[in-house]
């Protein structure tokens, strides 16, 4: 619960306008969470509020790392992780999720804290394909190797119009004819 507490930001008597927080993220921080990607880590968030009667915006600066587990060898190593992010708070009489981004908090809300909200931002980091920097090489000459997909369709231009009717099917000519009575 303390470590939890290290990342409240305290609003109520906060003055408008500008305020800088720093925050250190590594592993009192990760383990406030359950997380099978990543557990440990050494990141800064900067965070950068600026506060107006109506609301807060705040705009998130993280870089560090964070340690991961390799797919395909399963050794650990370090990603280097490196991100902005903003999110808005707008004082309202309900709480309430109005986008990824916009949040509705009371009017008399004392703290926000951010730990979860810094958890998410740098969950959204992690690659899909994990992979250990020395099989990175390896994977992008993979991709190279694939070459490109082309897609096309075979329209034969050099066909008049009567050749290529001769090639219709001939349950389909009868329809035709029908259709060419009208």
Request: aromatic share 10%; charged share 35%; net charge negative.
């Amino acid at each position: 619960m303390k470590a939890r507490r290290a990342f409240d930001i305290h609003i109520f008597n906060l003055a408008n306008g500008n305020h800088d927080y720093r925050f250190e993220v590594s592993g009192s921080f990760f383990e406030l969470f359950e997380n099978e990607m990543f557990s440990t880590g050494k990141l800064t968030a900067d965070v950068s509020l600026q506060k107006s009667e109506s609301m807060i915006q705040m705009i998130f600066k993280v870089e560090g790392t964070i340690e991961l587990t390799c797919d395909r060898s399963l050794d650990l190593f370090d990603q280097p992780i490196s991100f902005e992010n903003t999110m808005i708070y707008k004082f309202g009489e309900e709480e309430k999720e109005l986008s990824e981004d916009v949040m509705i908090i009371l009017n008399d809300t004392q703290t926000i804290n951010i730990a979860d909200l810094l958890f998410e931002f740098i969950g959204l980091q992690v690659p899909m394909k994990k992979l250990h920097p020395r099989f990175q090489e390896e994977d992008d000459d993979d991709d190279q190797e694939e070459g490109v997909m082309v897609y096309s369709s075979t329209v034969d231009d050099s066909k008049t119009e009567e050749q290529q009717e001769e090639d219709v099917d001939p349950r389909w000519a009868a329809l035709k004819k029908l259709k060419n009575k009208k």
